[in-house]
């Protein structure tokens, strides 16, 4: 006879199916993950698969992608696709990532449309701005775990396939950041000659990470810093080699990572993948990772550093499912850091601040009319902040000339394709409207032009009641009253200057909006 427990433990009903999946194209391998979100809004792992993929050698050393990489790369997708299929996922609920190091490709459109067509889904790349934005959640999340690294002075460092960042903490918020030439795979094949041994090759990959970290120690060498974070895949690997890990990090000792550094660039390629389990295409980068992250730590003095607990791809990965979302603390340091290069420009800050403010306030009360995605207000709220930097070139036209400084200026948090809306904003704050013909403007999707209208409309307004830099309007609260939308002053009796401000800015916010400005008493 059976157990009736049993039986109703076997009726149970099954789990539900996972909700999500990514793929990542990254510099070494294509890796999958699939995840169910949970009560929390977090995505946890359910499944990860990870196959090699040569793509930062060929990148660095050929400057594109071979045809047998591409096949190999869209072989690896048609697996994955399986896999989704088997867990009941479909193809809309997959996001599909690539490396920043792809745009250096020549054939990177050619390789972006061969993963469409496999995957039946629109790559991103993700560019320097985004993954500036993961390293730096990365950070958070441990200096959160990490009382010691939150309450001093913690300089940050990724080191990855083609780039390093370095990001600077006083007290937990964002102080300081850059970002160098300096990458794993990038170093690697800079110093590659086929005829010379490898301890040659050593030799010279040391003294080209040399000259980039001695810029980088450079850069912050006026700043104290009490604790130095390393940030990598590599790094994070064989962390649990050199120390035991409390509070969500591993404290490795410099002379533990110089020892293991050294032993490691001993072994050919065969006895580098036994000794830590990884595939040849990953290995590659062990050596030139651990030897910056060395330089690094000498450069700066550091008797240890602290590595992050954990897989580094997979925490990236598991970001990415939720890679829309900006905490209101990541908002505000962009925000600090656009204020910033104000400050190195020479901007007004008072009257950049009080436009940002306006922006805000117009963005959130126009909702319903503008229709669009909450993160285009911080987009909104940088220009509004940076819109006059043009100014320290020359009042004249400076529009333009803000264009042209903000097109060249990385803000951080801010990916390549924001950047650019930020500058064409401030490049249309004034005088003529955009149209097709003009550059950058005309490089846009139709959707995207929308936007910049739809956003440079709100900016106009937001800078015509402090045209004059001396603000007497605190506030825009607004009234729709007909085809008028009222602007509500309080406190101020005549506002004839700035309802001609608005006058003479305004109109393309009527032609996209359908509304004309009125100043009004409150």
């Keep these: 006879m059976s157990d009736p427990s049993s039986a109703s433990t076997s009726a149970a ?8 999946a990514v793929i990542y194209v990254g510099a070494a391998s294509v890796s999958l993950v699939i995840g169910r979100q949970d009560g929390s809004g977090q995505f946890i792992r359910v499944e990860s698969l990870d196959r090699p993929l040569p793509m930062a050698r060929d ?57 469409q067509v496999h995957s039946g889904v629109a790559p991103s790349l993700i560019d320097d701005g985004n993954m500036t934005r993961l390293v730096y959640q990365i950070a958070q999340r441990l200096l959160k775990r990490n009382p010691t690294l939150a309450t001093g002075n913690t300089f940050v460092s990724h080191i990855g396939p083609g780039n390093t960042r370095a990001i600077y903490f006083q007290q937990g918020r964002l102080a300081a950041y850059s ?14 000659t086929p005829d010379e041994e490898s301890q040659h090759q050593l030799m010279h990959l040391e003294e080209h990470i040399r000259g980039v970290v001695d810029h980088l120690a450079q850069d912050y060498s006026q700043v ?33 990572l110089a020892s293991l550094t050294d032993r490691l660039s001993r072994l050919n390629p065969d006895e580098l993948v036994r000794e830590l389990h990884v595939h040849y295409t990953g290995a590659e980068g062990i050596v030139p990772a651990l030897q910056t992250n060395l330089a690094l730590a000498r450069r700066f003095g550091d008797d240890s550093l602290w590595v992050p607990e954990g897989d580094f791809q997979l925490e990236l990965m598991l970001d990415l499912m939720t890679s ?15 204020s910033e290069i104000g400050v190195r420009y020479k901007t007004d800050r008072k009257h950049a601040d009080h436009v940002a403010n306006f922006a805000r306030q117009l963005f959130r009360e126009l ?19 940076l819109h006059e930097v043009g100014m320290f070139i020359s009042p004249r036209e400076h529009h333009k000339h803000s264009l042209y400084i903000l097109l060249n200026t990385e803000i951080f948090g801010l990916s390549t394709k924001d950047r650019e809306m930020v500058a064409l904003l401030a490049r249309y704050h004034r005088r003529y409207n955009p149209e097709p013909n003009h550059p950058h403007f005309s490089d846009l999707s139709r959707e995207d032009r929308m936007i910049v209208l739809k956003l440079a ?14 603000p007497r309007i605190k506030a825009i609260p607004l009234r729709p009253e007909g085809p008028r939308l009222n602007v509500l002053t309080s406190g101020v009796d005549d506002t004839t200057v700035e309802q001609i401000a608005i006058d003479s800015k305004c109109d393309l916010f009527r032609e996209i909006y359908g509304y004309d400005i009125t100043l009004a008493k409150s």
Excluded at 13 to 20: F, G, L, R
Excluded at 230 to 236: F, M
């Design 324 to 338: 829309g979302s900006r905490t209101s603390v990541f908002q505000e340091e962009v925000m600090q850091a656009a």
């Design 179 to 192: 970002n160098y030439r300096l990458g794993i795979f990038r170093a690697r094949e800079a110093v590659a």
């Design 13 to 20: 009903p099954a789990t539900p199916p996972p909700e999500h």
């Design 457 to 470: 409309a709100l900016l106009r307004l937001a800078e015509a009641p402090d045209r004059s830099h001396a």
């Design 367 to 385: 909702q319903h009319l503008h229709g669009l995605d909450p993160k285009y207000e911080l987009v909104l709220r940088v220009a509004a902040t």
């Design 224 to 256: 104290k810093i009490n604790h130095h974070v390393a940030i990598g895949a590599e790094i994070q690997s064989v962390a649990p080699r050199l120390g035991k890990a409390r509070h969500g990090a591993h404290h490795v000792m410099e002379s533990g």
């Design 59 to 115: 990148i660095f050393r050929t400057h594109s992608i071979t045809r047998t990489t591409v096949d190999q790369a869209a072989a690896i997708l048609r697996d994955y696709l399986q896999t989704m299929r088997e867990y009941g996922i479909p193809s809309s609920q997959l996001r599909l990532f690539t490396s920043n190091i792809l745009a250096e490709a020549v054939n990177h459109e050619i390789f972006l449309n061969r993963l």
